[in-house]
């Protein structure tokens, strides 16, 4: 494996920083040649405008339970939907909570199998990809557990939900989960995140990671979008954003840092104007207060 040893000697890998990878014919990064049907999906879940997408995840109480602000998704998360681009659940939140009228584009969590309270790497598929095209979402996902003990599982349930998907023109959205004993550095994140593309997956959820995450979003040819993770205060999660996108990602899956902020309409709204228009922290977390008071 060539870099199974990395020594001191060793020569930087050259990423290309700076130089965008092109997209001849379709305005997302890596997808120029996908069916159309995938085209329109992922047209629905990025913004052809600025590029750019917020998703707000909700799909937490498949492994958590009633997770702190999404102990009612009912009066949590409606509010919140004309705010951001994209919404990530699973099946039965979505057909309990979210109103069919709702023009939103949902991404559905398909993976199952395992708790916090048992090894959460041990994921098998519970959502058909027929069941998905049935509640219409734009994209189905699962996470990969890269260096886990049950990798080769969670990456054959990845392998599955792209096979399937692809039949029927649903992309599919790798999510890099990061067990406790991994460290979420670039090294570690641009290998999960290079595997999860090359594998097939349409675009990456994963972790921004200090230093080296232009270096991760370079080496993956597909789009990335952050994970939120856990709560950060307000402000910072906004640089964190910032940092993000600056750095190369196409977006932000959060869920945490929007739905339990003291101000989760504010918040949807000032992370969206980092995402899409580019608008520094500051100014973002002002317009943050301002809304919220």
Request: negative net charge.
């Amino acid at each position: 494996m060539p870099d199974a040893d990395k020594t001191k000697t060793e020569e930087k890998k050259d990423f290309g920083i700076g130089v965008p990878m092109e997209t001849p014919g379709f305005f997302l990064k890596g997808s120029a040649h996908l069916y159309w049907g995938m085209k329109n999906r992922l047209s629905h879940i990025f913004n052809p405008k600025s590029g750019h997408t917020v998703m707000l995840a909700f799909d937490h109480g498949y492994i958590m339970g009633p997770t702190t602000g999404l102990e009612r998704i009912d009066l949590a998360i409606p509010p919140l939907i004309p705010y951001v681009d994209c919404l990530m659940c699973a099946r039965g939140a979505l057909r309990a909570c979210i109103s069919p009228e709702v023009r939103k584009p949902v991404v559905m969590r398909c993976s199952t199998g395992a708790t916090v309270l048992k090894d959460l790497s041990n994921e098998v598929i519970g959502v058909t990809v027929e069941e998905a095209a049935a509640l219409n979402a734009a994209a189905i996902t699962t996470q990969v557990c890269i260096g886990a003990e049950y990798e080769r599982e969670t990456l054959e349930n990845l392998a599955y939900l792209i096979n399937e998907g692809n039949r029927y023109g649903i992309p599919t959205l790798g999510v890099t989960a990061v067990g406790k004993e991994m460290v979420r550095d670039a090294r570690y994140l641009g290998l999960a995140c290079r595997v999860v593309a090359e594998l097939g997956a349409h675009f990456v959820k994963t972790y921004y990671c200090e230093p080296g995450f232009d270096e991760v979003v370079a080496g993956c040819p597909v789009p990335i979008v952050i994970a939120g993770g856990k709560k950060l205060p307000e402000l910072q999660a906004l640089q964190m954003a910032y940092k993000a996108i600056d750095q190369g990602a196409l977006g932000v899956d959060m869920g945490r840092n929007i739905f339990a902020a003291e101000h989760p309409v504010a918040m949807a709204q000032a992370v969206a104007a980092v995402v899409h228009n580019n608008e520094k922290p500051e100014k973002a977390y002002d317009l943050y207060k301002s809304l919220k008071g």
